[in-house]
């Protein structure tokens, strides 16, 4: 086995269990605080990388605005469950626009408060989405999170056995077909452990698959647009956080892409969701 690929099993062996754990442990005594750090933290230094790469596109935000406003929106969307936050995130959204106005030209500052903006609802406002499940059901954040971590699984190791046929070589010459087919058929397993579905496991087949499909197919969009941003910055990952995985951002790409996705789908397919 390659030392990268060692790297990577021992980062996800240490990694998966202690963010399940921590879940339940929140689940269990009723800390949502405990869940606004976790994920005020990804958001941290998610925001971060995302803004490295930005810059190296010359394109400046303020960045102390937006690496207070993240983590800050993302831990209050817990404790005020989304309606003050999004207070926040709209005040966020006007002083970037007033400051790359007033601090950069016409152009530069349309922009910069374009990329500014479109930060702030890619990381913290999709990340948010998590609290939507974890309040109704610990399961659905388990279930989504294993599908995220099973499709991103099954593609690298299906794409480094058997991959031959690359997916969009201009985006990412890793990618192959192969690995995205290898990584939907593990997301389908994974979206069978959700328990509701095993009363009537026949009836619920069909979604089952639906659901592991459609999930994994946006992990892959959001990694591919991921690689399409660090592609133009001239980068190979993120950030180098995570030993064989790269970056935060390298890790959530996916899973921010598949989130709305993915809870749309439970509620107003499913509706196991109020």
């Given at each position: 086995?390659?030392?990268p690929?060692?790297?990577?099993?021992?980062?996800?062996?240490?990694?998966?269990?202690l963010?399940?754990?921590?879940?339940?442990?929140a689940?269990?005594?009723g800390?949502?605080?405990?869940?606004?750090?976790?994920?005020?933290?990804?958001?941290?230094?998610?925001?971060?990388?995302?803004?490295?790469?930005?810059?190296?596109?010359g394109?400046?935000?303020?960045?102390?605005?937006?690496?207070?406003?993240?983590?800050?929106?993302?831990?209050?969307?817990?404790m005020?469950?989304?309606?003050?936050?999004?207070?926040?995130?709209?005040?966020?959204?006007?002083l970037t626009?007033?400051?790359?106005?007033?601090?950069?030209?016409?152009?530069?500052?349309?922009?910069?408060?374009?990329?500014?903006?479109?930060?702030?609802?890619?990381?913290?406002?999709?990340?948010?989405?998590?609290?939507?499940?974890?309040?109704?059901?610990?399961?659905?954040?388990?279930?989504?999170?294993?599908?995220?971590?099973?499709?991103?699984?099954?593609?690298?190791?299906?794409?480094?056995?058997?991959?031959?046929?690359?997916?969009?070589?201009r985006?990412?010459?890793?990618?192959?077909?192969?690995?995205?087919?290898?990584?939907?058929?593990?997301?389908?397993?994974?979206?069978?452990?959700?328990?509701?579905?095993?009363?009537?496991?026949?009836?619920?087949?069909?979604?089952?698959?639906?659901?592991?499909?459609?999930?994994?197919?946006?992990?892959?969009?959001?990694?591919?647009?991921?690689?399409?941003?660090?592609r133009?910055?001239?980068?190979?990952?993120?950030g180098?956080?995570f030993?064989?995985?790269?970056?935060?951002?390298?890790?959530?790409?996916?899973?921010?892409?598949?989130?709305?996705?993915?809870?749309?789908?439970?509620?107003?397919?499913?509706?196991?969701?109020?």
């Amino acid at each position: 086995m390659s030392a990268p690929v060692s790297k990577r099993l021992l980062t996800a062996a240490i990694s998966i269990p202690l963010v399940l754990v921590l879940l339940f442990v929140a689940h269990r005594y009723g800390l949502v605080w405990l869940v606004g750090i976790i994920l005020s933290t990804v958001g941290l230094i998610a925001g971060w990388e995302y803004l490295n790469l930005v810059e190296r596109l010359g394109v400046h935000p303020p960045r102390e605005l937006l690496l207070a406003a993240i983590p800050l929106y993302l831990f209050l969307a817990g404790m005020w469950e989304g309606n003050y936050a999004l207070v926040l995130g709209w005040a966020v959204a006007y002083l970037t626009v007033i400051y790359s106005f007033f601090r950069r030209g016409h152009r530069e500052g349309f922009l910069t408060s374009l990329v500014s903006i479109f930060g702030f609802i890619y990381i913290p406002g999709l990340l948010s989405f998590i609290y939507l499940l974890f309040r109704a059901d610990l399961f659905l954040v388990y279930q989504f999170l294993l599908m995220v971590w099973a499709y991103d699984s099954g593609a690298f190791f299906v794409g480094s056995l058997l991959g031959k046929h690359q997916l969009l070589p201009r985006i990412s010459l890793a990618k192959t077909w192969e690995g995205v087919a290898g990584g939907l058929a593990l997301a389908v397993v994974a979206a069978a452990i959700y328990p509701r579905f095993w009363g009537d496991f026949w009836r619920w087949l069909p979604h089952v698959v639906a659901l592991g499909i459609i999930t994994g197919a946006f992990v892959q969009l959001g990694d591919l647009f991921e690689s399409l941003l660090k592609r133009a910055a001239g980068v190979k990952d993120s950030g180098n956080i995570f030993p064989g995985h790269g970056g935060m951002l390298d890790r959530i790409d996916g899973l921010l892409a598949a989130l709305p996705v993915y809870y749309f789908y439970v509620r107003f397919v499913l509706g196991l969701l109020k």
